[in-house]
């Protein structure tokens, strides 16, 4: 049975930093390219940072010089460095893993940033 566990968000000053964590289990994590999704009220889900199998990294716009994506495949973990967070990140964030054709998803863990 695939699993896909976030954790680390919560409520977070404008300016602060979060690091969120993704940890699987039932898949062979290393071969799989593994991203950040996020999704606000009333607005589709995007995604923010992706991360491959090799390591190649790839960015949203929006988040870019702000956010460090990261994987662990010791510890079948992916990470997500946030930092000079503004009110406009707040949404839930999701952990996918995707291997052609498919993928799997996580649950989700909100992210608030407000004073």
């Known amino acids: 049975q695939v699993q896909l566990v976030e954790s680390g968000g919560g409520l977070v000053q404008p300016g602060g930093s979060l690091r969120l964590s993704c940890a699987a289990s039932?898949?062979?994590?290393?071969?799989?390219?593994m991203g950040w999704y996020r999704q606000a009220p009333g607005k589709q889900r995007e995604l923010v940072a992706s991360?491959?199998?090799?390591?190649?990294?790839n960015y949203a716009d929006s988040v870019k010089g702000r956010f460090t994506i990261s994987r662990d495949n010791a510890k079948n973990t992916v990470y997500l460095q946030m930092n000079s967070l503004k009110p406009e990140d707040t949404a839930v964030y999701y952990c996918?893993?995707?291997?052609?054709?498919?993928?799997?998803w996580g649950q989700g863990t909100q992210v608030t940033v407000s004073s």
């Open positions: 039932g898949i062979i994590f290393s071969i799989y390219v």
């Open positions: 991360i491959t199998s090799g390591g190649s990294r």
């Open positions: 996918k893993a995707t291997k052609t054709p498919g993928g799997y």
